[in-house]
């Protein structure tokens, strides 16, 4: 037993003080020690000679002297990997190479912001699909036959008969929401939408909404007001003003368009809100009681707002983003400007 210890000592010490110039010297270290014929194999099978009560400590010592020995050669190893030279002189105060860090699309930081809003109202996030079918996207939304929004010219179809199409707007979900849903139904539905556009500064064939639903007794117009001026003050500041113009939706009853002062000039007028100082910024209404019903919810007894805004829009406001097209051509020198937190 003490001659076997002194060994495990002696090989230890040896395989400490070794040091290889290059890879043939860390394969001889490999041979002499980890080895089939190696020295860690010869002292393993001295394993038998150990008295039995002494087995289960020394099997922990010799365990200890084999890992120690793997770990000098893997080491050795990395240090000799290029072409076999020793590389180990490198200066490890030179200061490292950065490693690129992305950042966040600014339309996902805005759309981000106003879930986030929202949801501390106490809304649930929806989602649905963005290939839609005509009653989802127009015809559960009381969007009559005949209705333009229906025309080829602004609807992408895949299919026609069975109608087939690119979702243009996100009140599909609302939809979606209420075939599946009982009230009290409180949501909000972030998503991408598609129209058949040409594509400018001003203009894109997709491009992102948010749409916002709550349906359940009692619910007034006030209630909308209410909410959406609070959205506005969170997410534009407290001096921000809004102001509500009657307007016509299929889906409400009745509808209004929502406006707030203009972020870029303060209301001074400018060319974002057309010298006017108001800036719309979506639709919104009571929904229609025809729309309740497609889905079974009593009229009589529930009510609900709606609403849909543009996440493009609301961006340009916060980041002064003039022309719809950056958000999609990917170049790294607009997208880095974005550091939102969200
Ligand atoms: N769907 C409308 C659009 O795409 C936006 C909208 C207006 C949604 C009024 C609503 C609403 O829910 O009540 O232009």
């Not at 805005?110 to 109202?121: E, P």
């Not at 921000?240 to 007028?269: H, N, Q």
Request: aromatic share 10%.
């Amino acid at each position: 037993m003490e001659v076997l210890l002194q060994q495990i000592e002696t090989i230890k010490q040896e395989v400490a003080a070794f040091s290889a110039n290059n890879a043939d010297d860390a394969e001889a270290f490999r041979i002499k020690y980890l080895g089939t014929k190696g020295l860690v194999k010869h002292i393993m099978g001295e394993m038998k000679n150990v008295p039995n009560e002494k087995k289960k400590e020394f099997g922990l010592l010799l365990n200890e002297f084999k890992q120690f020995v793997e770990s000098k050669y893997e080491t050795l190893k990395e240090l000799t990997v290029d072409n076999g030279q020793l590389t180990a002189n490198i200066d490890f105060s030179l200061p490292g190479s950065p490693v690129p860090v992305g950042t966040r699309h600014p339309l996902s930081i805005v759309r981000n912001q106003i879930v986030s809003i929202f949801k501390r109202l106490g809304f649930a996030v929806a989602e649905g699909p963005e290939i839609e079918d005509d009653w989802h996207n127009f015809g559960a939304m009381n969007l009559p036959e005949d209705h333009p929004a229906r025309d080829m010219q602004d609807t992408f179809y895949i299919s026609k008969n069975p109608d087939w199409l690119l979702r243009t707007h996100t009140s599909s979900v609302q939809a979606r929401v209420m075939e599946n849903q009982k009230p009290p139904i409180r949501v909000i539905c972030p998503g991408r939408v598609y129209r058949n556009e040409t594509i400018s500064a001003r203009a894109h064939c997709f491009f992102h909404q948010v749409e916002g639903l709550y349906v359940d007794e009692n619910v007034s117009f006030a209630d909308l007001k209410q909410t959406l001026y609070f959205f506005v003050q969170e997410m534009f500041g407290k001096d921000t003003k809004v102001r509500f113009r009657p307007s016509y939706f299929p889906f409400t009853e009745p509808s209004a368009e929502m406006d707030i002062s203009c972020l870029i000039c303060g209301g001074s007028g400018c060319n974002v809100c057309k010298h006017t100082g108001w800036v719309e910024i979506l639709g919104s209404g009571m929904v229609h009681p025809k729309v309740l019903e497609n889905f079974s919810i009593d009229a009589n007894k529930y009510t609900g707002f709606a609403f849909g805004m543009g996440v493009e829009r609301i961006c340009q406001l916060k980041y002064r983003v003039n022309d719809l097209r950056l958000y999609s051509q990917n170049d790294v020198r607009f997208l880095k400007q974005f550091t939102g937190a969200l």
